[in-house]
């Protein structure tokens, strides 16, 4: 059963971030709460659905900024267990020595840079937008059998920042603006499914010149180089 103190946690944190107008408070909000956990740092790493080949990478840190410089350094964001949370929504993880299976030096260097112990939490935003928020330690292992509580008050926290985020029209939160009629809606949707123009046409009752009018706008409008390119961003971004 959680606690009657859970629930009060939730709401206090809830009207603190509310009563954040600028992102920069949410940094020293988050870093008090962390603190109030038993860490001492923490980085919210945010990642956009698209482009798929570069998409925005955006970080909220308290992180050692001489780790940051050598994190950068190293290129030890392609080989971060945490950075491939990202792919899993939902998770916690508590770092150890397993989870940097292959990773290693990544591993001893972020413990010999201070960063001893710690948990991650993934979660997701609107429009597909994936946060993983990580908390770290000095000292030696924390929360070893982590409590029910202990994760949910990581993830709500998680949820919270990054709601907050979308609330100001943060940057980092602001994925491509994709908005369809319902037509075009239809449209994109059957040519997800692999329909020609000529077939969609032929589906919804309208002419093939309908349909090219309508994939040709949409092009132009997003900027996307062919009709495959607006269906695949429209999915990624959770409108299929």
């Given at each position: 059963m959680i606690s009657e103190n859970y629930f009060s946690w939730r709401k206090e944190l809830f009207a603190l971030f509310q009563s954040a107008t600028e992102t920069g408070q949410l940094i020293n909000f988050a870093q008090q709460q962390i603190e109030c956990l038993g860490y001492d740092y923490f980085t919210l790493l945010?990642?956009?659905p698209v482009p798929f080949?570069?998409?925005k990478?955006?970080?909220?840190?308290?992180y050692p900024a001489?780790?940051?410089?050598?994190?950068q350094k190293e290129n030890y964001f392609d080989?971060?267990?945490?950075?491939?949370?990202?792919?899993?929504?939902?998770?916690?993880?508590?770092?150890?020595d397993e989870l940097f299976t292959g990773s290693e030096k990544l591993w001893s260097d972020a413990q010999d840079s201070g960063l001893v112990s710690g948990y991650s939490c993934s979660v997701m935003g609107a429009k597909r937008v994936t946060g993983i928020l990580s908390l770290s330690s000095r000292s030696g292992i924390k929360n070893l059998e982590a409590s029910l509580v202990f994760e949910m008050k990581l993830q709500y926290l998680a949820e919270v920042y990054l709601a907050t985020l979308q609330r100001l029209n943060d940057p980092?939160?602001?994925v491509i603006d994709i908005g369809f009629s319902q037509r075009e809606l239809e449209i994109v949707k059957w040519t997800a499914e692999g329909k020609t123009a000529a077939e969609i046409s032929l589906i919804l009752s309208i002419s093939e010149h309908t349909v090219n009018f309508h994939q040709k706008n949409m092009q132009k409008r997003f900027n996307t180089a062919n009709k495959t390119q607006i269906a695949c961003y429209a999915a990624a971004v959770g409108l299929l």
């Open positions: 945010i990642r956009h080949t570069r998409p990478i955006y970080f909220f840190t308290t001489f780790w940051l410089q050598h994190y080989i971060d267990p945490i950075v491939a949370m990202r792919q899993s929504p939902g998770q916690i993880l508590q770092w150890r980092s939160v602001s």
